[in-house]
Protein backbone atom coordinates (compact mmCIF):
# COMPACT_ATOMS: atom_id res chain seq x y z
CA UNK A 1 0.00 0.00 0.00
CA UNK A 2 1.42 3.18 -0.97
CA UNK A 3 1.92 6.21 1.69
CA UNK A 4 0.65 9.18 1.25
CA UNK A 5 3.43 11.82 0.32
CA UNK A 6 4.10 14.36 2.97
CA UNK A 7 2.37 17.66 2.83
CA UNK A 8 5.75 19.93 2.80
CA UNK A 9 7.82 17.95 0.21
CA UNK A 10 4.87 17.47 -1.92
CA UNK A 11 4.29 21.55 -1.51
CA UNK A 12 8.16 22.01 -2.09
CA UNK A 13 7.88 20.08 -5.74
CA UNK A 14 4.54 21.83 -6.78
CA UNK A 15 6.27 25.09 -6.14
CA UNK A 16 9.36 23.83 -8.63
CA UNK A 17 6.80 22.21 -11.09
CA UNK A 18 5.19 26.45 -11.08
CA UNK A 19 8.82 28.07 -11.48
CA UNK A 20 8.98 26.15 -15.05
CA UNK A 21 5.76 27.37 -16.69
CA UNK A 22 4.74 25.36 -19.68
CA UNK A 23 7.86 22.80 -19.64
CA UNK A 24 5.28 20.24 -19.61
CA UNK A 25 7.91 17.12 -20.43
CA UNK A 26 9.96 18.41 -17.13
CA UNK A 27 7.16 18.71 -15.27
CA UNK A 28 5.69 15.43 -15.24
CA UNK A 29 9.41 14.10 -15.35
CA UNK A 30 10.02 15.32 -11.97
CA UNK A 31 6.31 14.10 -10.75
CA UNK A 32 7.12 10.60 -11.92
CA UNK A 33 10.73 11.23 -10.63
CA UNK A 34 9.15 11.91 -7.00
CA UNK A 35 6.01 9.51 -7.33
CA UNK A 36 8.34 6.52 -8.22
CA UNK A 37 10.67 6.78 -5.13
CA UNK A 38 8.00 8.01 -3.11
CA UNK A 39 6.66 4.54 -3.49
CA UNK A 40 10.28 2.75 -2.90
CA UNK A 41 10.88 4.15 -0.12
CA UNK A 42 11.94 1.36 2.39
CA UNK A 43 10.76 3.44 5.98
CA UNK A 44 7.20 3.66 7.44
CA UNK A 45 8.34 6.94 9.52
CA UNK A 46 7.27 9.33 6.75
CA UNK A 47 8.72 12.38 9.35
CA UNK A 48 11.99 11.02 8.96
CA UNK A 49 12.20 11.70 5.24
CA UNK A 50 15.10 13.39 2.95
CA UNK A 51 14.25 15.27 -0.40
CA UNK A 52 17.49 15.20 -2.85
CA UNK A 53 17.77 16.91 -6.00
CA UNK A 54 19.96 15.42 -8.30
CA UNK A 55 21.86 15.16 -11.46
CA UNK A 56 20.20 12.37 -13.83
CA UNK A 57 23.32 10.70 -14.43
CA UNK A 58 23.63 9.74 -10.32
CA UNK A 59 20.31 8.32 -10.89
CA UNK A 60 20.55 6.67 -14.63
CA UNK A 61 23.30 5.04 -13.89
CA UNK A 62 22.04 3.18 -11.06
CA UNK A 63 24.26 4.46 -8.38
CA UNK A 64 21.86 5.78 -6.31
CA UNK A 65 19.45 2.55 -6.54
CA UNK A 66 22.63 0.38 -4.56
CA UNK A 67 23.51 3.27 -2.31
CA UNK A 68 20.39 4.63 -0.95
CA UNK A 69 19.10 1.42 0.83
CA UNK A 70 22.19 1.42 2.94
CA UNK A 71 21.62 4.47 3.87
CA UNK A 72 17.97 3.93 5.05
CA UNK A 73 18.86 1.23 6.59
CA UNK A 74 21.51 2.80 8.75
CA UNK A 75 20.13 6.71 9.42
CA UNK A 76 16.08 5.64 9.47
CA UNK A 77 15.75 8.59 6.88
CA UNK A 78 13.73 7.97 3.74
CA UNK A 79 15.02 9.40 0.77
CA UNK A 80 12.97 11.19 -2.11
CA UNK A 81 14.58 11.78 -4.85
CA UNK A 82 13.67 14.40 -7.76
CA UNK A 83 16.35 13.99 -10.72
CA UNK A 84 17.39 16.82 -13.17
CA UNK A 85 19.94 18.57 -14.14
CA UNK A 86 21.96 19.80 -12.24
CA UNK A 87 21.04 23.59 -13.11
CA UNK A 88 17.43 22.27 -11.94
CA UNK A 89 18.56 21.21 -9.27
CA UNK A 90 20.59 24.25 -8.06
CA UNK A 91 17.51 26.31 -9.06
CA UNK A 92 15.48 23.96 -6.32
CA UNK A 93 18.21 24.67 -3.78
CA UNK A 94 17.76 28.13 -4.46
CA UNK A 95 14.02 28.31 -3.23
CA UNK A 96 14.75 25.75 -0.31
CA UNK A 97 12.89 23.61 -2.77
CA UNK A 98 15.17 20.78 -1.38
CA UNK A 99 17.09 19.40 1.54
CA UNK A 100 20.18 18.51 0.03
CA UNK A 101 21.57 18.50 -3.38
CA UNK A 102 24.24 16.43 -5.36
CA UNK A 103 25.22 17.91 -8.54
CA UNK A 104 28.19 18.30 -10.88
CA UNK A 105 28.26 21.89 -12.28
CA UNK A 106 31.35 23.75 -10.14
CA UNK A 107 30.84 27.00 -11.31
CA UNK A 108 27.43 27.32 -10.47
CA UNK A 109 27.63 25.13 -7.09
CA UNK A 110 30.66 27.73 -6.11
CA UNK A 111 28.03 30.90 -6.60
CA UNK A 112 25.56 29.11 -4.20
CA UNK A 113 28.33 28.78 -1.58
CA UNK A 114 29.34 32.75 -2.57
CA UNK A 115 25.66 33.81 -2.37
CA UNK A 116 25.17 32.26 1.10
CA UNK A 117 22.74 29.24 -0.12
CA UNK A 118 24.73 26.71 0.19
CA UNK A 119 27.12 26.59 3.91
CA UNK A 120 28.98 23.62 1.98
CA UNK A 121 30.10 22.01 -1.13
CA UNK A 122 31.79 18.96 -0.62
CA UNK A 123 33.23 16.75 -3.40
CA UNK A 124 33.03 12.78 -2.82
CA UNK A 125 33.41 11.13 -6.25
CA UNK A 126 34.54 11.76 -10.13
CA UNK A 127 34.05 10.41 -13.50
CA UNK A 128 34.69 11.95 -17.21
CA UNK A 129 32.80 12.91 -20.19
CA UNK A 130 33.02 11.24 -23.36
CA UNK A 131 32.08 12.60 -26.49
CA UNK A 132 30.19 9.65 -28.29
CA UNK A 133 28.98 9.23 -31.65
CA UNK A 134 28.67 6.50 -34.96
CA UNK A 135 31.13 4.28 -35.09
CA UNK A 136 31.66 5.59 -39.17
CA UNK A 137 32.65 8.78 -37.28
CA UNK A 138 31.88 11.29 -40.40
CA UNK A 139 32.99 14.57 -38.71
CA UNK A 140 36.40 12.39 -38.22
CA UNK A 141 36.20 13.93 -34.05
CA UNK A 142 38.77 10.46 -33.11
CA UNK A 143 41.54 12.34 -35.13
CA UNK A 144 40.82 15.77 -33.32
CA UNK A 145 43.63 16.19 -30.82
CA UNK A 146 41.47 17.37 -27.93
CA UNK A 147 37.83 17.77 -27.10
CA UNK A 148 37.88 21.32 -27.96
CA UNK A 149 39.07 20.21 -31.34
CA UNK A 150 37.00 17.53 -31.54
CA UNK A 151 34.09 20.36 -31.16
CA UNK A 152 35.22 22.79 -33.55
CA UNK A 153 34.94 19.76 -36.32
CA UNK A 154 31.80 19.02 -35.62
CA UNK A 155 30.30 22.86 -36.12
CA UNK A 156 32.33 22.91 -39.33
CA UNK A 157 31.24 19.84 -40.90
CA UNK A 158 27.63 21.00 -39.46
CA UNK A 159 27.52 17.19 -38.32
CA UNK A 160 24.49 16.08 -36.42
CA UNK A 161 24.73 16.87 -32.71
CA UNK A 162 22.35 16.23 -29.75
CA UNK A 163 22.24 18.65 -26.91
CA UNK A 164 20.76 18.16 -23.76
CA UNK A 165 20.15 22.62 -23.70
CA UNK A 166 18.99 22.09 -19.70
CA UNK A 167 21.87 24.07 -18.29
CA UNK A 168 22.43 20.77 -16.64
CA UNK A 169 26.21 20.65 -15.87
CA UNK A 170 26.86 18.36 -19.19
CA UNK A 171 25.29 20.97 -20.84
CA UNK A 172 27.21 23.94 -19.05
CA UNK A 173 30.71 21.63 -20.18
CA UNK A 174 29.53 21.38 -23.58
CA UNK A 175 29.23 25.19 -24.15
CA UNK A 176 32.64 25.53 -22.28
CA UNK A 177 34.12 23.50 -25.04
CA UNK A 178 32.42 25.11 -27.49
CA UNK A 179 33.81 28.65 -26.26
CA UNK A 180 37.36 27.06 -25.76
CA UNK A 181 37.31 25.62 -29.77
CA UNK A 182 36.77 29.56 -30.61
CA UNK A 183 33.19 29.18 -31.34
CA UNK A 184 30.09 30.95 -29.94
CA UNK A 185 27.74 28.75 -27.86
CA UNK A 186 24.79 30.51 -29.06
CA UNK A 187 25.37 30.66 -32.43
CA UNK A 188 23.27 28.55 -34.92
CA UNK A 189 24.78 25.32 -35.61
CA UNK A 190 23.09 23.58 -38.45
CA UNK A 191 22.25 19.38 -37.37
CA UNK A 192 22.30 20.41 -33.76
CA UNK A 193 19.21 19.36 -32.24
CA UNK A 194 18.44 20.48 -28.53
CA UNK A 195 16.51 17.95 -26.20
CA UNK A 196 15.65 19.89 -23.07
CA UNK A 197 15.88 16.23 -21.47
CA UNK A 198 17.95 13.95 -18.96
CA UNK A 199 21.08 12.27 -19.96
CA UNK A 200 19.42 8.84 -20.73
CA UNK A 201 16.88 10.10 -23.33
CA UNK A 202 19.27 12.25 -24.74
CA UNK A 203 20.98 9.22 -25.55
CA UNK A 204 18.39 7.61 -26.98
CA UNK A 205 17.61 10.79 -29.71
CA UNK A 206 21.65 10.50 -30.32
CA UNK A 207 21.33 7.34 -30.84
CA UNK A 208 18.11 7.19 -33.36
CA UNK A 209 19.60 10.11 -35.58
CA UNK A 210 22.86 8.64 -35.57
CA UNK A 211 24.59 11.98 -34.13
CA UNK A 212 27.39 13.19 -31.97
CA UNK A 213 26.47 13.92 -28.01
CA UNK A 214 28.65 14.80 -24.97
CA UNK A 215 27.55 12.70 -22.01
CA UNK A 216 28.97 11.50 -19.16
CA UNK A 217 30.48 7.98 -19.06
CA UNK A 218 28.44 6.36 -16.43
CA UNK A 219 25.02 7.39 -18.95
CA UNK A 220 26.47 6.35 -21.57
CA UNK A 221 27.58 3.12 -20.49
CA UNK A 222 24.13 2.12 -19.16
CA UNK A 223 22.62 2.66 -22.56
CA UNK A 224 25.33 1.88 -24.54
CA UNK A 225 23.92 -1.04 -25.80
CA UNK A 226 20.58 0.71 -26.81
CA UNK A 227 21.85 3.58 -28.58
CA UNK A 228 25.19 1.49 -30.75
CA UNK A 229 27.41 5.16 -30.32
CA UNK A 230 31.40 4.56 -29.14
CA UNK A 231 33.18 6.59 -27.67
CA UNK A 232 35.24 8.95 -29.87
CA UNK A 233 36.93 11.38 -27.55
CA UNK A 234 40.42 10.93 -26.15
CA UNK A 235 41.10 11.66 -22.16
CA UNK A 236 41.91 15.13 -21.43
CA UNK A 237 41.65 17.17 -18.25
CA UNK A 238 38.79 19.33 -20.31
CA UNK A 239 36.67 16.59 -19.57
CA UNK A 240 36.76 15.61 -15.93
CA UNK A 241 33.62 15.54 -13.78
CA UNK A 242 33.36 16.08 -10.33
CA UNK A 243 30.53 15.27 -8.17
CA UNK A 244 29.59 17.28 -5.29
CA UNK A 245 27.12 17.07 -2.02
CA UNK A 246 25.84 20.35 -1.23
CA UNK A 247 24.43 21.64 2.43
CA UNK A 248 21.87 24.24 2.13
CA UNK A 249 21.48 27.46 4.86
CA UNK A 250 18.21 26.49 6.53
CA UNK A 251 18.47 30.08 7.93
CA UNK A 252 18.01 31.09 4.49
CA UNK A 253 14.30 29.86 3.95
CA UNK A 254 10.65 30.30 5.27
CA UNK A 255 10.13 26.40 5.61
CA UNK A 256 11.97 23.73 7.30
CA UNK A 257 14.75 22.27 5.97
CA UNK A 258 15.85 18.61 7.03
CA UNK A 259 19.92 19.74 7.78
CA UNK A 260 20.11 16.80 10.00
CA UNK A 261 19.62 14.45 7.50
CA UNK A 262 21.26 16.18 4.93
CA UNK A 263 24.60 15.96 6.61
CA UNK A 264 23.66 12.36 7.50
CA UNK A 265 24.03 11.00 4.02
CA UNK A 266 27.06 13.78 2.94
CA UNK A 267 28.79 11.76 5.83
CA UNK A 268 27.22 8.06 4.40
CA UNK A 269 28.74 8.93 0.92
CA UNK A 270 32.40 10.06 2.67
CA UNK A 271 32.19 7.22 4.52
CA UNK A 272 35.12 4.13 3.65
CA UNK A 273 32.37 1.72 3.07
CA UNK A 274 30.60 3.89 0.80
CA UNK A 275 33.74 5.05 -0.85
CA UNK A 276 34.77 1.51 -1.70
CA UNK A 277 30.65 0.49 -2.79
CA UNK A 278 31.17 3.66 -5.44
CA UNK A 279 34.40 2.76 -6.28
CA UNK A 280 33.13 -1.17 -7.30
CA UNK A 281 30.30 0.11 -8.99
CA UNK A 282 29.47 -0.79 -12.65
CA UNK A 283 32.19 -3.70 -12.86
CA UNK A 284 30.76 -6.54 -12.51
CA UNK A 285 28.28 -5.02 -15.29
CA UNK A 286 31.03 -3.20 -17.38
CA UNK A 287 34.36 -4.32 -16.73
CA UNK A 288 35.09 -1.08 -15.32
CA UNK A 289 33.65 1.23 -12.55
CA UNK A 290 31.49 4.17 -13.61
CA UNK A 291 32.96 6.66 -10.66
CA UNK A 292 36.08 7.02 -9.24
CA UNK A 293 35.78 8.08 -5.16
CA UNK A 294 37.37 11.03 -3.83
CA UNK A 295 39.12 10.93 -0.33
CA UNK A 296 38.26 13.33 2.03
CA UNK A 297 40.93 15.19 1.71
CA UNK A 298 40.22 16.35 -1.47
CA UNK A 299 36.53 17.26 -0.83
CA UNK A 300 35.68 20.60 -2.53
CA UNK A 301 38.30 20.70 -5.45
Do not use: C
Not at 49 to 66: C, F, K, Y
Not at 68 to 97: H, Q
Not at 205 to 223: C, H, M, N, P, Q
Request: glycine share 10%.
Amino acid sequence: MTRPIPTTALARVLRLLGSFGLNLGLAVGLLLSFALHAEAETKPDAARSLLLATTTSVQESGLLDALLPGFTKSSGYAVRVIAVGSGAAIEMARKGDADVVIAHSAEAEEALVRDGIATSRTSFMENFFVLVGPKSDPAGVVEAASPEAAFGLLFRSHAPFVSRADQSGTHVREQALVKAAGLDPKAPWPGRVETGSGMGPSLLVAGEKRAYILSDIATYLAFRDRVDLVVLSRPSSSLRNVYSVLQLDPKRFGHPIESEGAMALERHLLSPEVQRQIGAFGRDRFGEALFVPLAPGQAGR
